[in-house]
């Protein structure tokens, strides 16, 4: 069966993701939407487990004796408030789908309910939907509460719709596909003055501009010109009115790196250099430097499996490397330091209108849902072969 060919599935999976948008929900408060997805998983006829991670679900579906696969999607939602009038607009003020995790969801379950009716492949596949991909590290409580102790697999893969990239085409790339990502918090301590009489303090605002633009300086003079590195300052916070120089200022930011030792460079680095113009300035700063989620990286042998499967599907000439890597995050990182796998990215189109991942415009393209399922199936039974009756 050719999924993108099945009218009624497609049908299925456009019904499922928009309901799923309507119910937006973020870290680990992800109940209405675990239910939901556990629901449909038990009316295919799939063994569910639920509440790893909070409010992570596992499928299994098995075919008798094989490998095991592992296919991945994510549950959460954004604290973005939706502005588009779409008929299956959020539901939940302050809350959206604004980064296609609910495509996700609904291109795994297209697979999950094409396998169910399936006797064409031989092993055994786990469908897992993760709580709190966004910035809190979902995949990472799954992994630590015995995820592949309990389910057990040869292989994981993951898959994320890629606004920019022409709808069709899927990239892919072995080793590094996206970054690292750290957050750090400074706190510039001077001592506060009038405005009109600086000299009778330390001005904190003064030394924190100076730290935003040392801080430029660490991937464009202390690390390695081809190791690639982003160092940045997201959030300045000082101050309460016009004619008084504020005694503290605080800095926050991130950085995204691919290399471990570069990463360990920048935490140093950045630890010397705001002591180096704090100092400079006669006054204190205290740099809290936290550790998210590591590089995600392509075990090579996955990838291959991948680009011959999305080949397949989508035509050899519609495979892409040019894109790749991105300093972008994605906690699916922690699943692949523990089995080998691979994550693509699904092309999703122009990024007219807002259309850009985390937009409060954004609006996943349902031309996807056939072709994602579409590929989760085909690589199913590309590894998990049926052979002869």
């Not at 456009?14 to 937006?24: D, E, G, K, M, S």
């Not at 080793?175 to 009778?200: K, L, N, W, Y």
Request: charge should be negative; proline fraction near 6%; glycine fraction near 12%.
């Amino acid at each position: 069966m050719n999924i993108r060919a099945s009218d009624s599935l497609v049908a299925q999976m456009q019904a499922w993701r928009h309901h799923l948008h309507t119910i937006p929900e973020t870290a680990f408060e992800e109940l209405e939407t675990s239910a939901y997805v556990a629901g449909l998983l038990e009316e295919f006829g799939i063994e569910v487990s639920q509440g790893l991670g909070g409010t992570g679900v596992v499928g299994t579906l098995k075919r008798g004796q094989g490998p095991t696969i592992g296919l991945r999607a994510e549950l959460d939602a954004l604290d973005i408030q939706e502005i588009r009038d779409l008929p299956y607009r959020s539901r939940k003020p302050g809350k959206m789908h604004a980064c296609g995790h609910d495509g996700h969801m609904a291109m795994l379950l297209g697979a999950a309910r094409y396998l169910s009716a399936s006797d064409s492949f031989r092993g055994t596949v786990r469908f897992i939907f993760q709580p709190a991909e966004e910035n809190e590290g979902g995949g990472r409580r799954m992994i630590e509460e015995g995820l592949f102790d309990r389910f057990p697999v040869d292989s994981v893969f993951g898959m994320h719709n890629w606004p920019g990239l022409e709808v069709g085409r899927v990239a892919v790339r072995s080793g590094p596909i996206m970054a690292a990502s750290d957050m750090f918090e400074i706190v510039v301590t001077g001592q506060g003055t009038h405005a009109g009489m600086p000299h009778m303090g330390s001005d904190a605002i003064v030394a924190a501009s100076a730290i935003v633009g040392a801080l430029q300086t660490i991937p464009s003079r202390c690390i390695h010109p081809a190791d690639p590195s982003v160092v940045s300052v997201t959030q300045i916070h000082g101050g309460h009115t016009w004619n008084v120089v504020p005694a503290e200022v605080v800095l926050r930011g991130t950085v995204r790196s691919f290399d471990p030792g570069v990463r360990d460079a920048i935490e140093t680095t950045m630890a010397r250099v705001v002591a180096g113009v704090a100092q400079t300035h006669g006054l204190s700063a205290r740099v809290a430097y936290d550790r998210r989620y590591p590089a995600t990286v392509n075990d090579p042998k996955a990838t291959e499996i991948a680009r011959k499967v999305a080949a397949t599907v989508f035509g050899p000439t519609h495979i892409v490397t040019d894109e790749l890597p991105s300093m972008g995050a994605e906690d699916f990182s922690y699943m692949l330091q523990k089995r080998p796998g691979c994550f693509v990215w699904l092309g999703a189109g122009p990024t007219a209108d807002g259309h850009v991942l985390h937009g409060e415009r954004y609006d996943f393209n349902d031309r996807l849902l056939p072709l994602g399922a579409e590929f989760w199936m085909r690589l199913v039974e590309s590894e998990l072969p049926a052979g002869k009756p």
